[in-house]
């Protein structure tokens, strides 16, 4: 059974950084994109950053660009989201994502078929 393991949320103060990783735990095939969504309660999901292993092309929110970096472990299946100079608005559940198989990698695919539990972010004036 594929899973998807995050770790890294926390509670920080406006301007602070954090870094959430996530791996894919007992896979049987590899990833061919990894990507972090978020969701407030009462909106919509959005996807935040996406990272397409073969082709290292990267997909980021508007709103997060400049500000949060997607990396890969080397050659792992494991993701990292380095989020700097955080934003209150930035608050929000956090949710890793992966594409096994085939499929588009951008933060508006639909095809990212298996999700992690979530980890919180909460950003604080």
């Known amino acids: 059974q594929v899973q998807l393991v995050e770790s890294g949320g926390g509670s920080v103060q406006a301007g602070g950084s954090l870094r959430l990783a996530c791996t894919i735990s007992?896979?049987?095939?590899?990833?061919?994109?990894m990507g972090w969504f978020r969701q407030v309660p009462g909106k919509e999901r959005e996807g935040v950053a996406t990272?397409?292993?073969?082709?290292?092309?990267?997909d980021y929110a508007g709103s997060v660009k400049g500000r949060f970096t997607i990396s890969q472990e080397h050659g792992q299946n494991m993701v990292y989201l380095q989020m700097n100079s955080l934003k209150p608005e930035d608050t929000a559940m956090y949710y890793c994502?992966?594409?096994?198989?085939?499929?588009?990698?951008?933060?508006?695919?639909?095809?990212?078929?298996?999700w992690g539990q979530g980890t919180q972010v909460t950003v604080s004036l």
């Open positions: 990272l397409d292993f073969a082709l290292r092309n990267t």
């Open positions: 007992r896979y049987t095939s590899w990833a061919n994109c």
């Open positions: 994502a992966a594409v096994l198989g085939r499929g588009f990698c951008d933060i508006g695919s639909g095809d990212f078929n298996y």
